[in-house]
């Protein structure tokens, strides 16, 4: 994501640092640090929290997530071969954070390469379409 794309957001964002280091290193570093899980390496990405109602945030917890997605515009490595390099994705909900740069979902870890943002947006379903 340029930064036109992030002036284009219309609101505010935080810059945030991902995992500082080699593609090949943040591989090596991902199989080392979850061995039994998928993961992917993102570039380019931007981290969404959703505002939402109280009741919206509790029903969320209960099933073991969080408000909050994780969009890229640029896959670099996926380790199952699901999303292809050079090609966007969006995750589903935040599990829970881990150190600089690794974004797990139930599925996944998606290792934040390089700088990237983060904003708070109100929560509409078709956001996630």
């Known amino acids: ?4 794309f992030f002036d284009r957001l219309g609101r505010p964002s935080l810059v945030m640092n991902g995992l500082d280091t080699t593609l090949e290193a943040g591989i090596q570093q991902a199989q080392s640090l979850y061995p039994h899980r998928e993961f992917c390496m993102v570039s380019e990405w931007l981290w969404v929290d959703f505002k939402g109602s109280t009741l919206m ?27 292809r390099a050079g090609r966007g994705v969006r995750t589903s909900f935040l599990v829970r954070y881990e150190g600089l740069g690794y974004f797990l979902t139930q599925n996944t870890v998606y290792v934040m390469l390089g700088p990237g943002r983060r904003i708070q947006l109100p929560y509409r379903s078709e956001f996630l379409i």
């Open 57 to 83: 945030v509790e029903g969320l917890a209960l099933q073991g997530v969080t408000p909050s997605i994780l969009v890229a515009a640029n896959v670099l490595h996926d380790s199952q071969d699901r999303f």
């Open 1 to 4: 994501m340029s930064t036109d």
